[in-house]
Nanobody, 114 residues
């Protein structure tokens, strides 16, 4: 049974930074593309970005490009999302997902506010 557990969310001021983690179990983590998504209140869930299985390739949504970085540690079965220069519009619940699957984490809240 696949389990994805996000952590690291919280309240941060505009311009601040946060790093989210997603700990994976029940799958051979190093074999899979992984994704981060987010869902803001009243909006549809949107793709933040993806990382390939080896960690050598990433892609990002336009709204976060240049500010967010996805990485992974396959030895620790952990996915990361480094978020810099946070803006109020980044406020959302952030989810990790095994790409193109039904395997989602429970989400972690990120609130950007002064």
């Amino acid at each position: 049974q696949v389990r994805l557990v996000e952590s690291g969310g919280g309240l941060v001021q505009p311009g601040g930074t946060l790093r989210l983690s997603c700990s994976a179990s029940g799958l051979t983590f190093k074999n899979y593309v992984m994704s981060w998504y987010r869902q803001a209140p009243g909006k549809e869930r949107e793709l933040v970005g993806n990382i390939n299985a080896s960690g050598t390739g990433t892609n990002y949504g336009d709204s976060v490009k240049g500010r967010f970085t996805i990485s992974r540690d396959n030895a620790k079965s952990t996915l990361y999302l480094q978020m810099n220069n946070l803006k109020p519009e980044d406020t959302a619940v952030y989810y990790c997902r095994r790409a193109l699957s039904r395997d989602w984490g429970q989400g972690t809240q990120v609130t950007v506010s002064s």
